[in-house]
């Protein structure tokens, strides 16, 4: 079925608005079936040199369009998406494995933010602030940063490089894209919408290759001034360090360990509704996954039997069948891990309600499957309830009160996305006051971010800077301080202010 969808046997490059000739290539597999689904090169800090050579040529030129007419090609590149979103889904769905509901619900994410990011080319706002001295003006202004490195993960490999790459060029840079060699073809698919779209050449440049020499080749390279990284824990320190020792401004969207909170009053159902969607969709690979569910002991026994009950009707399989609603594991690395945390659990003294085992048999032959999992009787020190394990596990922690639920919810190094289940107002707004991260949901799981508000979080998670919304701007612009005298004799701020 692939075939059908691409043709291609081997991804290229997009360097300069050409494709470039694959040297050493290895597969891609699609971890549904285990089948080799394309061949991605692996290309050398020499690509990339070559790649910042010809941003840098371009973003000169890019950024002297007027920020109306560069949107005008986002807005080209968001319909091109909408022709395309089926066609898209079922190719992301092919390398990521994610169910097909879910990838059109992702693609659907690059449209939007194509659409919002394109709106941006007619705002753009800076401020205008009064000055202190007469016959003065003063104003701020958004100037590009120049070339920027986009570094993604393979969990959302659309939309987060939408979330990233749209801003970037709505603002006036050129840009180097690294997606994760795990799953290139919806980079590869977005290059050729860039170039029918009527993006100049050379203001984005895809660069495949793995991250030990690519990525690190673009964080080592003098001439791109911003890294944009989603990705673990481990790598973003890794990059942050490095970016630190150059003076370079680095934005890192890292892991989460978030949860749902069920209170005494909460609606039940819509509850455990939301827990299986944020812990079992995307087989619990979402960085705002919930991987812990902090109950309130009255309703602990109840909430149990209604996950158990649901969990039954989870189909698990080839995301191309639309009946399934758990797809597989990335990899073989993912399951292994998953694997060795039900290991960490099960010796930590927790108790095993459901799952907790691989797949292997039958149709799951060569995927990676795993069954959705439901550790009861955790308490929160548990390496269970602290680690990012990044599949379909969830930790369920009691407590006896709301103070001790928040309290829970905080006591990781993790911040990314929390949420309340509850009827009573004013826990609602002493919740979203209290929770400890950069998203907080009330009355819905943990995932179901919007394009169009900041997507980010605090301690662990990252560094302070936010993917999204307006926010995302501040990554790939500098602010300018622009004073205009217009009294026509030396004036001194500070000094002849009377
Ligand atoms: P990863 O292993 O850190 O890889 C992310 C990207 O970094 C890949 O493109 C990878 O390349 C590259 N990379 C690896 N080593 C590098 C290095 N030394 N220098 C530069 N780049 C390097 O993460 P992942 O396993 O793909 O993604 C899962 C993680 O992402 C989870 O922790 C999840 O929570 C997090 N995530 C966070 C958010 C958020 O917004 N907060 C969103 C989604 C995912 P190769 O893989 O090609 O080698």
Known sequence: MTQTLLQEKTLTNFIDGKWAEAGETTPVNNPATGETVVHVPLSTAKDVDQAVDVAKKAQKEWARVPAPQRADVLYRVGQLMIERKERLSQLLTMENGKVLEEARGEVQEGIDMAFYMAGEGRRLFGHTTPAELDNKFAMSVRAPVGVVGIITPWNFPIAIATWK???????????????????????????????????????VNVVFGSGSTVGDAMVHHKDIRVISFTGSNDTGRSIAAKCGEQLKKVSLEMGGKNAVIVMDDAD??????????????????????????????????????????????????????????????????????????????KDEGAELLAGGYELTDGD???????????????????????????????????????????????????????????????????????????IVYVNAGTTGAEIHLPFGGTKGTGNGHRDSGVQALDVFTEWKAVYVDYSGKLQRAQIDVE
């Open 268 to 345: 039940l159902d819509l509850a455990a509704d939301g827990i299986i969607w944020s812990a079992y969709g995307t087989s619990g690979q979402r960085c705002t996954a919930a991987s812990r569910v902090i109950v309130h002991q009255a309703v602990k026994a109840q909430l149990e039997e209604k996950l158990l009950t649901k969990m039954q009707d989870l189909n698990i399989g080839n995301g191309l069948d639309e009946t399934n609603k758990v797809g597989p594991i990335i990899n073989k690395a993912g399951l292994d891990k998953i694997k060795k945390y039900i290991d960490i659990g």
């Open 364 to 438: 799951y032959k060569g995927g990676f499957y795993f069954a959705p999992t439901l550790f009861t009787n955790v308490t929160s020190e548990m390496r269970i309830a602290q680690e990012e394990i990044f599949g379909p596990v969830i930790s369920l922690i009691s407590v006896e009160s709301f103070e001790e639920a928040i309290e829970v919810n905080n006591g990781v190094s993790y911040g990314l996305s929390s949420s309340i289940f509850t009827a009573d107002v004013n826990r609602v707004f002493r919740a979203q006051r209290d929770l400890d991260t950069g």
């Open 165 to 203: 790459s749209f801003p970037a060029i709505v603002a006036g840079n050129a840009v180097i894209w690294k997606p994760a060699t795990e799953t290139p073809i919806m980079a590869y698919e977005l290059a050729k919408i860039f170039e029918e779209a009527g993006l100049p050449s050379g203001v």
